[in-house]
């Protein structure tokens, strides 16, 4: 039977992220992407777990041999643009350029290898950006995951439906013509409130029981989706002079208390791939 919970990582290295990207010399520092990303894909066999990859094009150019490792062992390959710009910075044009970087990178490393999902850069998907999605279709996607479903100070599109749906434009509401679907990240829904249970920052930070009963909650509604970075798992990060604020998102329980997090969840969850649950 398919799992109805998806494990999807965004495969980037720790610059990419939106609070460092502007923090660091790409040209001279080590991504440390070699460090950590063997553990995971050992984990994931010994749990028998299939899984996301959202992967930044830049990654599959730098480390070719990884990339298709991940693909080798059965995880889904997604895009998550070519150099990890978010969708405001972008337009059409410019988001198209950015796919077919990605998708040259691709045909360069791993011709043959289908990819339908994409996951925008800092969930940077909202009404404003939403003209990306026709871009997608044009490209062959058959699906996007970047809606979050809680405004935060840098992005969120609240509303939205809980699971996976077609969107309209607006991306609160349903459109059966849409051309693909989207699937937001899962938020446990009770009463008033809508926590983000399903990953990153707030992966971090929430105590366990909270996410671990918010999810049930939201697996027991219908499929749910958790997220992280692989630069979350590592003890070793290099650890930038931020403002407090950016050091506090970026780094909190970075490393072990994130590995133990995540071991929890593959415990209480049965994980597989976004476009098997899909059923693309
Ligand atoms: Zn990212």
Do not use: K
């Not at 920052?201 to 509604?221: D, H, T, W």
């Not at 329980?253 to 049965?270: A, C, E, K, P, W």
């Amino acid at each position: 039977m398919i799992p109805r919970a998806a494990l999807s990582i965004d495969l980037e290295s720790y610059w990419h992220a939106e609070l460092l990207r502007d923090h660091i010399d790409r040209s001279r520092a080590d991504d440390r992407l070699l460090h950590v990303l063997p553990p995971l894909l050992d984990l994931l066999a010994a749990r028998d777990i299939q899984a996301t990859f959202f992967v930044v094009g830049e990654v599959i150019d730098r480390h070719p041999a990884l990339v298709q490792e991940i693909a080798a062992r059965g995880h889904e390959i997604g895009c998550h643009t070519y150099s990890h710009r978010p969708l405001w910075e972008l337009d059409a044009d410019s988001f198209a350029a950015e796919l077919q970087g990605f998708a040259a990178a691709m045909n360069r490393h791993l011709p043959g290898v289908q990819v339908v999902g994409f996951r925008a850069p800092t969930f940077s998907l909202n009404p404003a950006t939403a003209w990306a999605l026709p871009v997608l279709a044009r490209f062959g996607y058959r699906y996007d995951s970047s809606v979050f479903p809680v405004r935060t100070p840098l992005y969120g599109v609240p509303g939205c439906p809980a699971g996976p749906y077609r969107p309209a434009a607006n991306l609160v509401d349903m459109d059966a013509a849409a051309p693909l679907w989207e699937w937001p990240m899962t938020a446990w829904r009770v009463g008033p409130l809508t926590l983000p249970v399903c990953g990153g920052f707030y992966l971090r930070v929430l105590p366990l029981p909270i996410i671990l009963r918010g999810l049930r909650a939201a697996l027991r509604q219908g499929p749910i989706v958790v997220y992280f970075h692989p630069w979350e798992l590592d003890a070793g990060i290099p650890r930038l002079p931020l403002r407090w604020q950016d050091r506090l998102i970026t780094y909190t329980n970075v490393g072990q208390s994130m590995q133990r997090r995540l071991h929890t969840l593959l415990d209480h969850f049965r994980f597989g791939r976004m476009v098997d649950i899909l059923a693309l």
